[in-house]
């Protein structure tokens, strides 16, 4: 059977590069188009019809900005999907850009999958009434999902969390420190994010955190739609080091991290490193969330565990001497942060084991064959 997914952003990438690859286990007959990014196209052997790297807008001011670029990808899609008629569309995540595509497969008669569900319990929780009319199958990968959709009797598949299976798989490397230049002093890695606004409104902050903590070397993160010298410009000429595809083996060497608000929490979590969530964002884009996000909190871990499990520190409270401070605390309170690892422990428990893209699979074989 052919597939057809979309993925908008590097993490959704990540998570359609697994699915793909048990997509292949389940069918061994299956075929691919694409338009996501490098993690997919290796798993799938095709080339993106788009990369996730000219797709993702964050928050409503950039979104504005960018909408020439956004109905000329959904030109893009909805023409080749007309061409290509695959059994399956999977959409991953961002809905903005997929649910209008659910919509235009839905009259075409195409099946339609979301694997992980938008987001729409934090805002505009009125889009489950769309989803209802545009996707047959919803999979979600957050334990709370199940409880939201049941209100609206709408039947959903919980199939765990897909970073369980990503973690689980990752060939770390033990000789991360050597082969990066890196010592035998503690780290403090520094996660600013894989969207250009977020790495320009965060590392400033996080770059100024070296000067506080003389005893650490700091390791940035980087996303693979970037460079080195896009970094270096925040950077300059201090020795604070720029890795890239090797987050997971960053965290694992990590004393504490600072992440930004998005999947990284998670993983973060996942691994069990103490970690501080921060956030920035052009203000109208954040004076207009606040007004219409329903949640409490922002980052995964909180949300899951409902309640605060890791600070978060969110627009002006953003800054390096708040940072300083609970990374401080992080670091030498030995109690705070037993406790936060603890939080860890339950947030594990709840998500429960890994196989989330194999049970997936599974599914959305089993639902097209039938």
């Not at 780290?187 to 590392?203: C, F, H, Q, T, Y």
């Not at 990590?254 to 969530?277: K, M, N």
């Not at 409490?296 to 605060?308: D, P, Q, T």
């Not at 300083?324 to 603890?342: C, G, M, P, W």
Request: one cysteine or more; hydrophobic letters at 45%.
């Amino acid at each position: 059977m052919n597939y057809y997914l979309i993925a908008g952003e590097t993490s959704g990438d990540l998570h359609g590069s697994n699915l793909i690859k048990a997509l292949k286990t389940e069918d061994s007959a299956a075929t691919f188009r694409i338009v996501g990014g490098n993690s997919m196209q290796e798993a799938s052997g095709e080339v993106p019809l788009i990369h996730c790297a000219d797709m993702s807008f964050m928050g409503f001011v950039e979104v504005i900005k960018n909408l020439g670029t956004i109905r000329k990808n959904l030109s893009i899609v909805k023409n080749d999907l007309k061409q290509h008629r695959p059994d399956t569309l999977i959409l991953i995540d961002f809905p903005g850009f997929n649910l209008k595509i659910a919509a235009f497969a839905k009259k075409l008669g195409i099946t339609v999958c979301y694997y992980i569900s938008p987001k729409i319990w934090a805002w505009n929780q009125g889009r489950v009434h769309q989803i209802k009319k545009v996707v047959d199958h919803m999979f979600c990968i957050l334990p709370f999902e199940v409880d939201f959709y049941k209100k609206f009797h709408y039947q959903v598949d919980y199939i765990g969390n897909p970073l369980l299976d990503a973690i689980e798989s990752y060939p770390f490397n033990p000789n991360f420190l050597a082969e990066n230049g890196l010592n035998n002093r503690p780290v403090i890695a520094l996660l600013p994010g894989s969207r250009k606004m977020e790495i320009d409104m965060l590392m400033p902050e996080m770059v100024d955190l070296f000067y506080l903590f003389p005893a650490h070397q700091f390791v940035v993160a980087g996303a693979p739609t970037f460079d080195e010298a896009y970094y270096k410009r925040y950077i300059g000429d201090l020795p604070i080091s720029v890795v890239f595809d090797q987050t997971y083996d960053l965290l694992k060497h990590a004393d504490a991290a600072v992440v930004t608000s998005g999947t990284a929490t998670l993983e973060t979590g996942i691994l069990g490193i103490p970690q501080v969530v921060v956030y920035r964002a052009n203000k109208l884009t954040v004076w207009i969330a606040r007004l219409v996000i329903k949640v409490r909190f922002i980052s995964l871990v909180n949300l899951i565990n409902n309640f605060l499990s890791v600070r978060e520190l969110i627009q002006d409270e953003c800054h390096t001497r708040n940072i300083a401070d609970e990374l401080n605390e992080l670091i030498n309170n030995k109690s705070h942060r037993e406790s936060v690892l603890e939080n860890y422990a339950l947030l594990n428990e709840k998500l429960g084991t890994a196989g989330a893209s194999e049970k997936a699979a599974k599914l959305i074989v089993q639902y097209i064959r039938a």
